[in-house]
């Protein structure tokens, strides 16, 4: 809340400014100034919450419950700010999150597979989203997870290194992401991504084959934990043999991409 008020305390000063100029005659109208006022005051905002990162606690929650499903679905939608997914919801939970002003939330079984939505809104916008200006979501790490992210402008982390995360999807715009794979088991992840800079983290255990289809994009590949074995290929040299082993494959436009 902190930075709720610095932004509306501002505001009222920087508009109370404007009518007292107008009421003593020096300029004809605030109307004009709107505008720009409202641009430069969201940008501030946009700067603040750089300088001023949100805490982890104080905001509400929501949670579903896993019932008797064996697997969980989660699909996220987002449209621009910033989104922190991880593991660590309570025994029995499938999603613990942040709840907000221009969200919407549902789950339903199908047959034993727990279907999960959330479709968040802006974070960064005062009177919009999470309390704290982060939607922060924690999924289940009992059973086995397909995880779907569709997001614009936005700064993620996703980090499922306890998340028992068979397939991972994520379609994002112009954002900055921080993932980290799963620990345990084999995943898939497919990335299709705009101008991204995406960076991908594998647990030190787990093997990794990487297939990367790059437009004009800045690669990084750790190579001595992947060697490069053809033009955008890479993998461990026990990736066939390995029980923990992520396969991913990355497309993207322009930005960077970072896998180590």
Do not use: C
Request: a negative charge; proline letters at 5%; zero cysteines.
């Amino acid at each position: 809340m902190r930075r709720d008020n610095l932004f509306w305390g501002g505001a009222l000063i920087l508009f109370g400014v404007l009518f007292l100029l107008q009421r003593q005659n020096i300029i004809p109208s605030v109307g004009p100034y709107v505008w720009p006022l409202a641009l430069i005051l969201v940008g501030g905002w946009l700067i603040l919450t750089v300088f001023m990162p949100a805490g982890r606690g104080g905001g509400e929650t929501f949670s579903f419950p896993l019932d008797e499903a064996k697997s969980v679905k989660y699909r996220f939608s987002h449209g621009a700010g910033q989104l922190d997914i991880t593991g660590g919801a309570p025994v029995g939970q499938a999603i613990v999150g942040s709840v907000g002003a221009g969200m919407n939330k549902s789950s339903h079984l199908t047959g034993d597979r727990l279907e999960v939505r959330v479709e968040a809104g802006p974070s960064f916008i005062p009177f919009l989203g999470p309390s704290e200006g982060v939607w922060r979501f924690q999924l289940t790490q009992e059973i086995p997870v397909t995880l779907v992210v569709e997001t614009g402008a936005s700064s993620m982390n996703i980090d499922l290194k306890d998340v028992q995360a068979s397939l991972i999807e994520l379609k994002t715009g112009a954002s900055n992401t921080n993932l980290t794979m799963p620990a345990r088991g084999a995943s898939l992840l497919e990335v299709e991504a705009g101008a991204a800079s995406i960076n991908i983290r594998v647990p030190e255990a787990t093997a990794a084959r990487i297939r990367v289809k790059e437009g004009v994009t800045a690669l990084n590949v750790d190579t001595d934990r992947f060697p490069q074995l053809d033009s955008g290929l890479y993998q461990s040299s026990n990736f066939d043999t390995a029980a923990d082993r992520a396969d991913i494959n990355v497309e993207a436009g322009l930005g960077s991409i970072t896998i180590k």
